[in-house]
């Protein structure tokens, strides 16, 4: 598949490096998102992400655009899917730029429109017990009764962007965004007694989940259609035992091409041993 297939030309989040953080946040909905900068004679300057504002580091949210640039790495036409694929796992950013050979910029080009063209592969047709038994790090849960304070440290000591609720029957009962409480924070409405708060009055409570039974691919169509970035997998008894991230299925993807690279080296086995 030619990247020019799926290249996104128009509908791209623009600002201006004069912009304040508080105002291209506001345009984003993920950590994972990013809002492309370009100047007033339209040459790219860099990227804004949530992320690297946020997250990594933290930004006031009245700093200037051009104080906030990231600068992941260039995404050019003629490169294999795979290193793109490796390219988001890296930047952890879902939307990269891409140029051709004179450095123009062309587009961008974003993880889910990867996931559409998955979606016609044979190897995403494993089921999802296979790949959550894979992971890891397992899953990571906070208890809906935890206070705000208590679920940060979560995020910032297991390095993730989304924490499973539950109650103590280990139940599903939400899920907190990193970023979601982030945006919060730099609010004009912030209080100094949010950390305090209990973590089921933040978290949504309506999330898309899936069985081990379930298909990957199934997993592929419940992000791209519903535009989330994981699906969380429950037992009979709504417990989580697993997410399956769209990390999750770049990786896969990455090591699925990795293998095949290598199984075409087998026919010269023989010579080298010559």
């Known amino acids: 598949m030619r990247l020019l297939n799926i290249l996104k030309e128009n509908d ?13 946040l506001a345009k984003l909905s993920t950590s ?32 200037k655009i051009e104080h906030c640039l990231t600068h992941p790495a260039k995404v050019y036409l003629n490169y294999p ?9 890296e930047s952890k950013i879902h939307y990269l ?32 017990e296979k790949i959550i038994n894979r992971r890891w790090q397992g899953v990571v849960t906070v208890y ?25 029957e280990r139940k599903l009962k939400g899920v907190l965004s990193y970023y979601d409480l ?12 949010f950390h305090t708060n209990l973590v089921k009055n933040f978290s949504k409570s309506y999330v898309l989940t899936l069985s081990k ?15 989330i970035g994981s699906v969380i997998i429950t037992d009979k008894e709504r417990r989580p035992i697993g997410i399956i ?7 896969l993807f990455i090591d699925n091409e990795k293998f095949a690279f290598i199984k075409t080296l087998d026919p010269f086995k023989n010579v080298f041993k010559k």
């Open 182 to 193: 982030i945006k919060l924070m730099i609010s004009p409405k912030y209080s100094g007694s």
């Open 144 to 168: 809906d009764d935890d206070t705000i304070a208590q679920a940060i440290n979560l995020f910032k000591s297991k390095k993730i962007s989304k924490l499973i609720v539950v109650n103590h």
């Open 97 to 128: 730029p891409v140029f051709d050979k004179e450095e123009k910029f062309l587009g961008i080009i974003s993880a889910r429109r990867i996931l559409s063209y998955f979606k016609d592969l044979s190897i995403f047709k494993v089921g999802i």
């Open 81 to 89: 899917l795979s290193k793109v694929c490796q390219l988001f796992i």
């Open 245 to 251: 991230t769209t990390r999750d299925i770049l990786r």
């Open 12 to 24: 791209i989040i623009k600002v201006s490096p004069k912009d304040n953080l508080s105002r291209v």
């Open 213 to 227: 039974e379930n298909h990957l691919i199934e997993a592929i169509n419940l992000i791209i259609n519903k535009k």
């Open 32 to 63: 994972h998102d990013a809002a492309f900068v370009f100047d007033d004679e339209d040459k790219y300057l860099g990227v804004v992400s949530p992320y690297f504002t946020m997250i990594k580091t933290s930004l006031p949210a009245n700093a």
